[in-house]
Each structure stands twice: as C-alpha cells, then as structure tokens.
C-alpha cells in the first residue's frame, strides 16, 4: 500500500521534520540549565541585607561617638539600632549562622540596656558585644561573597565539562 502525498502535505511534512531536531536539542538545553540564577538572586538578597545591617549598625555606632560627648543616645542612633535589629532578624531567617544568632542576641542585650536607660554608661559593660557585632556583620559578608564566588565557579566548570569535546578529553 504506497502512501503518496499532495505537494502541500509534503512541504509541512518536511518543515516538521527541519524543525524536530532544533526543537528537540533547545528543550533539552532548556531543562539541562542550572539554577545558577536563582542561587545568585538569593544570595544577592542575603548580601543585601548584610550590607544594610552593617551600614546600619555603623551609623548606630557614629550615634555612641556622640553620646559619649551627650551621655545619652539620639532618637536617631536609636532608629539605627532598631533598624539593625530587624535587619539582623530577616538575616538569620534567610541564612541561619551561629555568628548571626549571636549577633541577634547582643543586639538584644544592647538594646534592652539602652532601654532601661538611656545613657552612654548603659552600654559601657557591653563594649565587647558592641565590638563584635559590627565584626559579626563583617565575616558574614565575607562569607556571602565566598558564597557566590563559588557558586560561579562551580557552574564555569560544570559549563566546561559539560560542553568539552570527546575527542578532546584524552588530551
């Protein structure tokens, strides 16, 4: 039984069958790409927020230096603490770490100290806790640009093995 097809049939036909293989190998590459950008975009996010904690905090620490002259802190040094607070909170829900738990904590302390009252000499017994905030925040940031430089150089060399050459991997 011969099967014989109109001009018409045959010229779809033949764009089907042009246009299978391409089809084929972009949904393949399309379901083999990594989520690099995803992680990145998650990692950026939590950068972010250390960033702004940190800058935060430092402007809280601008806000000691003059309460060291005033003996009491500025609503604004305390706007600061309080926005390094939150900060630091959306921080260890998007990157749990033992160094921003702490962080969290002394932050606590610091400010329930200010609370009770509102003076330099509050703070003083807690200039250790203040110095390792800033230090937590530090190492942190750290970590994240750590964090995303491997994530990039992971997804190079998973990119380079992946598009090597068979005839080339005996070399």
């Excluded at 600061?80 to 829900?93: D, R, S, V, W, Y």
Aim: net charge positive.
């Amino acid at each position: 039984m011969s099967v014989t097809l109109k001009l018409k049939q045959r010229m779809y036909l033949q764009l089907f069958l042009a246009v299978l293989p391409l089809a084929v190998v972009f949904s393949f590459q399309m379901s083999s790409t990594s989520n690099l950008p995803a992680k990145v975009d998650q990692s950026l996010g939590v950068y972010d927020l250390c960033l702004r904690a940190s800058a935060s905090y430092k402007n809280f620490l601008n806000g000691v230096g003059d309460a060291i002259d005033t003996q009491t802190f500025s609503g604004k040094a305390l706007q600061f603490l309080g926005e390094t607070q939150t900060l630091t909170a959306a921080l260890l829900i998007n990157s749990p770490s033992p160094g921003i738990q702490a962080t969290a904590e002394s932050l606590a302390k610091v400010q329930a100290a200010i609370a009770a009252n509102n003076s330099i000499g509050s703070v003083t017994p807690l200039k250790a806790e203040i110095n390792s905030i800033d230090t937590a925040l530090t190492i942190k940031i750290d970590e994240i640009k750590s964090q995303l430089s491997n994530l990039v150089e992971d997804d190079a060399k998973a990119t380079r093995k992946k598009t090597r050459s068979p005839s080339l991997r005996h070399w």
